[in-house]
């Protein structure tokens, strides 16, 4: 047999037995679904965890603007001596603050006259400025707003009555929902009443 610079050719022209190529094919099969698999899972889970770190921020977002208008509720730099709050029961409640200092509250924003109403039938949060109800948070399971006065003791007998409403000095806002893969979140927080 000859050879070229030192290399013997095989002897066995024939190549791949259909055997060992069924055997390849299945062994990438194989593989090929393990990857895909996994990349799958993978896209799910980050699909998963973007839509809860969304619904977390509108939460978180929600929160601050009540916490915010909470916190300004009664402010009255001309003494015109209005309600700070025309309503408080357990799901809604009505803020009111002087915030351009005129002696008349505006419905205009930055408004000074706000309601947030939460609706079970359809979970969502409304918030109304004057203009109008607009859904500010979706898929709200619960939504629970409780009153204290200045000791830190509970005003419970809500919706609240006046003498009651006058005392007010936190508002704790519990706020439960969920993302939309279903994944349940829920938060708490008490606010101070600045101009009680």
Do not use: H
Not at 14 to 25: D, F, N, Q, S
Not at 103 to 108: H, L, N, P, R, S
Not at 177 to 189: D, K, N, R
């Amino acid at each position: 047999m000859k050879t070229w610079r030192g290399i013997t050719p095989p002897t066995d022209r024939r190549g791949l037995t259909l055997v060992e190529m069924m055997v390849a094919i299945a062994m990438f099969g194989v593989a090929m679904s393990v990857i895909f698999g996994f990349l799958t899972r993978s896209r799910r889970s980050y699909t998963d965890m973007s839509a809860r770190v969304e619904y977390q921020q509108n939460v978180r977002g929600v929160l601050g603007l009540v916490s915010r208008e909470v916190r300004s509720a009664g402010c009255d730099p001309t003494d015109a001596g209005f309600n700070t709050f025309p309503l408080a029961d357990a799901t809604s409640f009505q803020c009111r603050m002087d915030l351009d200092g005129d002696g008349a509250i505006e419905a205009t924003e930055p408004a000074e006259d706000v309601s947030y109403t939460y609706v079970p039938e359809n979970r969502e949060l409304l918030r109304d400025s004057g203009s109008g109800a607009q859904v500010i948070l979706r898929n709200v399971t619960t939504v629970d707003f409780r009153y204290f006065d200045a000791a830190g003791v509970e005003l419970a007998a809500r919706p609240l009555i006046a003498t009651d409403r006058a005392r007010i000095r936190f508002v704790e806002i519990t706020l439960a929902g969920e993302s939309e893969q279903g994944e349940p979140l829920s938060y708490v927080t008490r606010v101070f009443v600045r101009n009680g």
